[in-house]
């Protein structure tokens, strides 16, 4: 047995294409197209039907896959097990988080926590990695979220509002031209299909359903960047948006609650220490940024009740 084949085969079943699994695996595609033909060839069974779409798993390579994922959650609970002994104030610190979140707010400070704790290494992924932290290949994910994952264990660190922002010189030529900014400007779609970006286009629609979207994306980064260079109108993250000197909340647009925002851990990683010491770190600086994380709290709670 070649521990090495199911770890090809789980990235193919995971991404359901070549490429993909060599872009997670950051192998070459012939690298994996070649595996795969020896693993079944060594099984006797096809494992992928191959598609227009994709890869197609097979009955039996379903079979597969089920079997992997509980060897694979019996490895890491070994390793969870002794993670959670580990009591030094060392070692490395795998974090999830959005990438707007994490240049905006953990970057920044994250000097102050080198200088308190000089052998953590942090290892900072954006939340597009899809790394799942109940199979231990994240530390700490920090997630907008209404609905955490039952088995993590962790803390809400705060409520977020959702605001229509522009860039403040869009905004300037719209008032000079005396239009009426909500209906008259274009506006940005932002297509994720996380809680964030569901609540986004919700919130959008429900204001200006008729809104020309001048431009979409997937990525929140690019969301906000489009915003700050005036391609449009867009519903963004107070917490990112509201200190920005290039952007102006719009007052006649309610501020409204989105997904909130959770830290959350696998609970054998409790008691381990360097966690422990960077929760501590990330609640604090939030509890700093408290009053950017909810703006005109009378007329969001009144959203609340319209939130999807």
């Known amino acids: 047995m070649d521990w090495d084949d199911y770890k090809f085969f789980s990235a ?6 070549v490429r993909g699994a060599s872009s997670l695996l950051e192998v070459n595609p012939s690298t994996v197209s070649r595996r795969l033909e020896l693993f079944e060839q060594r099984l006797g069974v096809p494992l992928f039907v191959r598609s227009p779409k994709g890869l197609l798993i097979t009955p039996e390579g379903a079979e597969v896959i089920s079997r992997v994922n509980r ?9 969870g097990r002794l993670k959670g002994r580990d009591q030094k104030l060392s070692g490395p610190i795998q974090v999830v988080i959005p990438e707007v979140l994490g240049m905006d707010i953990i970057l920044p400070e994250l000097e102050r926590f080198r200088a308190l704790y000089k052998d953590v290494q942090l290892h900072i992924h954006p939340t597009h ?3 799942d932290v109940t199979r231990r290949e994240a ?7 209404a609905n955490p994952v039952e ?9 977020l509002t959702l605001a229509a922002y522009g860039a403040v010189s869009l905004l300037e030529q719209a008032e000079q031209a005396e239009s009426r900014v909500v209906e008259a400007l274009p506006w940005l779609e932002y297509l994720s299909h996380s809680e964030m970006g569901q609540a ?3 919130f959008r629609r429900s204001e200006v359903p008729d809104a020309q979207i001048a431009m979409s994306t997937h990525s929140l980064l690019l969301h906000a960047e489009a915003a700050r260079k005036g391609l449009g109108l867009a519903f963004l993250p107070t917490v ?10 719009i007052e006649s647009v309610r501020a409204r609650y989105g997904p909130p925002l959770w830290m959350l851990i696998h609970p054998d990683l409790r008691s381990t220490n360097r966690v ?6 990330v609640r604090k600086v939030f509890s700093r940024k408290g009053p950017e994380l909810i703006v005109d709290g009378a007329a969001v709670a009144a959203g609340r009740q319209e939130s999807p």
């Open 12 to 17: 193919l079943a995971t991404t359901k294409s």
């Open 71 to 79: 060897v694979a959650e019996e490895i890491g609970n070994i390793e």
């Open 129 to 131: 990695a899809k790394l």
């Open 139 to 145: 530390d700490v994910a920090i997630v907008a979220t």
């Open 151 to 159: 088995t993590l264990v962790g803390r809400k660190l705060s409520d």
């Open 200 to 202: 986004c286009r919700s």
């Open 240 to 249: 990112i948006a509201e200190s920005d000197p290039k952007l102006r909340r």
């Open 276 to 281: 422990s010491v960077f929760i501590d770190f």
